[in-house]
């Protein structure tokens, strides 16, 4: 399991760490968009494409020999800052019953546009799996 780095004094961030340190076998997912395995995009709001990519990640992982527990690192790019925080409780409950107990390192950035013109979130991860 990783371990935290929270220095101390610093307050606990919500959600995520500030730092995390962990040996093992890497995994990277690329950045995961909330389309399906067909490539389609079901679903259109901000909160049930997270899920859905949020679901593309657990899958590849799942591929590479790696759980959700095992994520040190995750990067997201929205394309609108407000629509996602506004859905923060959705996306919440989505990360607590994909991803379970977070503590990996976290960044979140606000981009102009996408690849795919219909994502709204792209989220990539990198796992460390112990040895």
Same mark, same amino acid.
């Given at each position: 399991m990783p371990q935290i780095l929270q220095p101390?004094?610093?307050?606990?961030?919500?959600?995520y760490s500030n730092g995390v340190s962990a040996?093992?076998?890497m995994v990277f997912v690329a950045g995961m968009v909330g389309?399906?395995?067909e490539g389609r995009f079901a679903v259109g709001g901000m909160a049930g494409q997270v899920r859905q990519a949020l679901q593309?990640?657990? @899958?590849? &992982? =799942?591929?590479?020999? /790696? =759980?959700?527990?095992?994520?040190? &690192?995750?990067?997201?790019n929205v394309t609108n800052k407000h629509e996602n925080v506004e859905a923060y409780p959705e996306i919440g409950v989505a990360l607590r019953e994909l991803?379970?107990?977070?503590?990996?390192?976290?960044? /979140?950035?606000?981009v102009s546009a996408l690849i795919e013109d219909e994502a709204k979130v792209e989220i990539e991860v990198t796992?460390?799996?112990? @040895?």
């Open positions: 101390p004094g610093w307050p606990r961030p919500r959600g040996t093992g076998r389309w399906d395995a593309n990640v657990v @899958d590849v &992982l =799942k591929e590479g020999g /790696a =759980k959700p527990e095992n994520i040190v &690192l995750m990067t997201w991803i379970g107990s977070f503590n990996a390192v976290m960044s /979140a950035v606000e796992a460390v799996v112990p @040895d």
